[in-house]
Every structure is written in C-alpha cells, then in structure tokens.
C-alpha cells in the first residue's frame, strides 16, 4: 500500500448564512493510480470549526475527484476518515469507458452514480452510505482516498480530489433487521480484490425460518475467519460484486462448515445477481434441477454487511466442486493411474478463461458453424490442471473423444456402440430441458459442466451441476435470448459469429429419434409438475412475497429498477414486482411454444403413475381407458375405511373437473368419472387423495 502525502490548500468558502459554513479542503497529487493495486491519497484537514462530524448538525457533504483511467469500471473508490470509518464512493461503474472529470458525490443528488455515464461529469448520489464517516469523531486529521484497481490493466492518474464540511451533512440510515439472515463480512486493513483470497471475519445471523434477524443479535450461525476475493468473469465489471470464499481457521487453512443448514463444506460464493432483478434466475433454476432428481449448488437468500456498508441482497450457495454432499463421484488420487480407479472422478467444463493454452484440451470435434476457428475446449474442473497426472489426462481425454466420435459416426444412434455407450442420456435430456424452458443464451456452450464416476458407480459421463442462469429467464437483449421462441441450441443461426459456440452434440442428437421420444416423454411429465406454468408462477408468486422486504433495501443501493443493466431487455420494469411479472409472462409464452413444437412422439413413454406414490395403493390401482374419450374409470385399493377425492389438472395444473369425494371402503373401490366433452386433446394429470396419502397418473385424451 503506498501513501502519498500532498500539500493542502484550504478554501474557505465563508459564511452563507448565521451558523451555516462550508469549509472545503482539496488536494493536488496529480499521481499514479497503481496497477491492480491500492493506492491511498492522503488529504490532512486542520482548523475545521466546529470539530465534531455528525449527521445532524455538521460533518462531510460532498467529496469531488478529478482522475484518468481507462476503463472505468476497474476502479472501486472510497474515502477514508481519519478514524478509519470508510465510506464507498462508487463501485466498479462506467464499464469500459474511461475517466472522472469533475465528478462530487453528495448523498442529496438525485442522481445515482449507478446511472451516471463516463467521464461522470456532474454531482451524483454515492452508491455508499457516506455518512458513516459522519458518526462523531473529531474532522481534524488525515483523510483519505482510497482508489482500487481491481483487475491487472490499464493504467490512470489521480488529478486531485477536495472533501467539502456543512451544515447538510451526509446522513447515514442504518441496516438493523431482515426477515432474511444476515452475513457480516470485516476485512479490517485487508482490500478484497480478484486475487488471491484475504483473511476475513464473518458472521451469520439466523435465527430460524420465520423469526427476524438483528444486527445487534449474536452471530450464532457462523462466527469466524474466511479467505474472500471477488469472483466471476464478466460480472466483475459490475458495481455489485460477486465474491467466492472459503471457511478458515485462524492460521488460514480450510475447516468444512456448515452454513444456514447446508452441508458441511469449506467453498463457497455469495452471488450478486446484479443484472438479474428478479433475484430468482439462478435460486430458481437449480431448485428446478434438484426437483428434477439432479445435484445443484443449495443456497439461501440472505443480506450482506461487509466493512459496515449493506451490500444488499446475495445469494450464500455452494461452490460446485467434488464432496459427498455435491457432485459425489470419486474421490481422485494423484496415485489412481491405472484400473477401474483411473476410470472416475473427474469434473470437466466448456468455458471461457484458460483458451488453448493449457489446462484442458480442444475437441477435435469443431462446432456446427467454425466460423473464425471456433472451437470446443475442455478445462480440467477436478482434478484441477495443477494436480491431474498425465495418466489421468490421457484417459479422461480419450474417453471424451471416444463419446464424440461414437456421436459424429454413422452409427451414433446404435444403443450398444453409439453415443449412448458414453453419457448418462437422461441427464442430457433434463439438461436440455432446463437449459430450454430458461432460454439460456449461454447454454450449453458457457458454464457447462460434466462429471465422470468410475466405472464401478456406473461410469458414464453426466451432464451438469447446472451453472450460471443470471442472464437466462428472458434476461438478455443479444442473440435472441429474451425471444419466447425458437430453441436455444440453434444459437448458431442467431450468433454465428460469437467465438463461444455451442459443441455439434445437440444438433446431432435431436437427429436420433430416440433421443427426440425420450425429451418428448419427459416433457409431457414433467409439464404436470415442476415444469407447468402453475408451478413456475406460484413458485415466484411466493419467493416475491419472501423477498420483497430485502430487495426494497437491495434496490435503494442499487438504484437500478427501470434502468438498462447489460444484458437487460427492454422495456425495463419499473419496480421488484413488475420484474416478478415480467419473468412469469415471458415463463408463460415460452412454455406455450415449447409445448407445441416439442420434437419426438409419445409412443414410448410409460405413463402409469409417474410420481411417487404416497401409499401402497398406486401398486394396486389404475385408471382406465387410457387414452380416454369421456370417461375414465377408476380402481381404487385403500387399506382401511378413508375418504377418497379425485381431481384432474390440465398441463397447467388448473383443474378440469370438480373434485369428486367419495367415502372409500377397504379393499377395491369402483369409480367412474365423467368428463367434459369439449376437453381437448392432450396430456392431462390424475390425482387421487386418500387421507395424507396420493397417487397420481398421466392420462392421454
């Protein structure tokens, strides 16, 4: 850290008004900002009359800097009172254009900074609570700025910067309660940045589902050091900043812990979902994937403090990574090279960062459209490139390259030498699905992850954890991504000219009838339950109402509502609750084209009860015909004297019937049920309810 200590001139801009005065103090260092580092620009304030600092009566208005950077929003500002009280400033802002010219911060600005453009010339509303600096202490001494470059380019200059004192000083609204736990983050001295990881205090306030937090309550969740840095790949340009950390003890070494009621581990991530408004896109998509049967990162909604500033509302979920309780495949030693131990425990993905020159391998398979020499590179997940031994390399690269040539070959459709001797199918097919319904423009092709057991655990490559829906759900306005039809594997004919393209799997093998039948059959299914409107809708319906509270406060740091965040589409809701309708009507309109343009026929899809049964009487029941025509009958085993209703539900989940009730005898019950003659053609749900107990089974009209 470097200090830099500059001569003052004082400005006093005199008397206005009996007992109104405005002292101004401004430094002149015209020097370097330092390269993916913090530099500190010292200011000594001497003689401000009266000294106190306060909220109320006198204390810190306005701060004004004058700087040159190229590509602004590597910058994270703040100033610093001399008691070490920091207020932030602004945060990673201007994206990549250049420069502060004349730019004051003063809380009473109606415009936030947040919606300023480069160079930010003007006076804006800090994206910090200014005045904590603003708490009593006593003004004389040395202040600071304190500008962070956060990322390893670009170079700039601090010009000067003047701090202003008056009679409206910066006032300060404390973050004391939350319906939603609360994380507090202190790096005392320590600057987060992207790399490596700081030594941190964090604590957890939870005090049960339904129960409010306080900050003034005990940290009685979790209570202890971390290791914090900043993560993500373009969200880092964001001013609302993802963080990755691990659970440390006091020497810094990784301890597992287990956080808000999720498993024991020592790697985790606080997500920002600053361009997602909804706060849902990820929360929602990996929920789906777990009702779905898969691993997805578990995690939980909470509101973040770090260094006394609310940072607003944050998801705290699990890092993908290699345990018992997340993608549980073997655990890979450096001396497994041989055997059926040489067969799993590798995670592999398809993203950006490391290109051709290390740390995985490039498919020889290019994508459909190799425009420009794109290309399909691995990156070695688990083990990571720095432990993975060549022998280990060779078999996870053979086994890849023998699935996509097996693909690519004549007959890649043969279930006993095709594809289908490689991958888990129907992980492919409930990826597909996910990937579909959410219209993810980065599906696929970013963010893809694959994991491999051993042989011994079934051995085949999976598809997934899913990863990274912030700019799916309709949130993007590139590459058709906020469009309701079309599907997403086509993102070939929208963005030919993208590098990150899509692998040929796809395309190849929606040309397997198969594999068309088996996405049609799970999609008839699934429409029914976790994947109809109804529930989509309910399930935001009911997340609103949880977080409405929090994102009030999230979107008064964040000023963003009804303003274009890239990859926002337009038009931009105005308020949190137009964001929730939004996401449902664009879930209903995809869902509509999905459902009618679904590839693949019925012919082969069980349908008899497709859901778990609550009781023993699925095994003794069924509803027949099936397919009906206007009526279905229905035998029913109870084990005892119980009440029985029947109700049918269309695809999207409404009720098609009035529930019929009939007091069910033990043994077999008979029941006929009339319906509707201008039911239309389709897929449709029976349940039947037997005191605590159900079944239920897919009907075809």
Known sequence: ????????????????????????????????????????????????????????NFGLETVCINLTHTWDSDLNIYIVAPDGTTGMLTLGNGGSDDNYTNTCFNPGASTPITAGSAPF??????????????????????????????????????????????????????????????????????????????????????????????????????????????????????????????????????????????????DWILSASYSDKSLLNNFLTYDLARSLGWYAPRGVHVELV??????????????????????????????????????????????????????????????????????????????????????????????????????????????????????????????FLLNEISRNVDGYRLSTYLYKDKFSNGGKLTIGPCWDYDIAWGNADYCRGNDTTGWAIDFAANCSGDYWQIPFWWDRLMQDTSFQNKVKCRWEELKMSVLSVQYLHNYCDSMETYLTEGAGRNFVTWPILGTYVWPNPSPIPADYPGEIDELKNWVSARWIWMDNNMPGTMSSCNLTNVSEPGTDAAENSNAYPNPFTTEINLSVYLAREE???????????????????????QGTNNIRIQMPSDLPSGMYMLKVQSGQNFWTQQLIK
């Open 1 to 56: 850290m470097r200090n830099i200590y500059v001569a003052i001139s004082i400005l006093i801009c005199g008397m206005f008004a009996p007992g109104v005065q405005a002292q101004t103090f401004t430094a002149n260092p015209n020097s370097a900002i330092n390269d993916y580092a913090t530099t500190e620009y010292n200011l000594i304030v001497s003689g401000l009359s009266p000294s106190t600092i306060d909220t109320s």
């Open 121 to 266: 010339t003007g006076t804006f509303r800090p994206q910090g609570q200014m005045g904590l600096v603003n708490n009593g202490q006593n003004g004389n001494g040395t202040w600071k700025l304190r500008v962070v470059d956060t990322y390893p380019a670009d170079a700039g200059t601090l010009i000067s910067f003047s701090i202003t004192f008056g009679n409206n000083p910066a006032t300060y609204i404390p973050f004391t309660d939350s319906n939603l736990p609360i994380v507090v983050i202190n790096t005392g001295s320590g600057v987060i940045a992207d790399d490596p990881k700081i030594m941190a205090d964090m604590g957890i306030i939870f005090n049960g589902a339904g129960n409010r937090n306080y900050m003034t309550d005990s940290f009685n969740n979790y209570n202890g050091k971390i290791g914090i840095e900043y993560r993500g790949s373009s969200s880092q340009g964001m001013p609302k900043k993802s963080y990755g950390f691990e659970t440390w003890d006091v020497n810094g070494n990784s301890i597992d812990s287990s956080l808000l009621g999720m498993p024991k581990e020592s």
């Open 306 to 431: 770090v260094n006394g500033e609310y940072q607003g509302v944050y998801i705290l979920m699990e890092k993908i990574k290699r345990d018992n309780d997340r993608v549980d495949i073997a655990n890979l030693q450096p001396t497994d090279i041989t055997g059926d131990q040489l067969t799993g425990g590798y995670i592999i993905k398809i993203d950006k960062g490391t290109g051709n020159g290390g740390g995985g391998w490039t498919s020889p398979y290019a994508p459909d459209t190799n425009i420009n020499g794109q290309t399909i590179f691995y990156q070695y997940e688990y083990p990571s490139d720095v432990n993975i031994v060549p022998q280990q390399e060779a078999y996870i690269q053979a086994y890849v390259d023998s699935f996509e040539t097996a693909l690519a070959g004549p007959n890649f459709a043969d279930t006993a030498i095709g594809y289908a001797k490689y991958i888990d199918v129907n992980s492919f097919v409930d990826y």
């Open 643 to 665: 009440s029985i209703t029947v109700t049918v539900y269309n695809s999207l989940g409404q009720e098609v019937i009035v529930p019929v009730v009939q007091q069910g005898m």
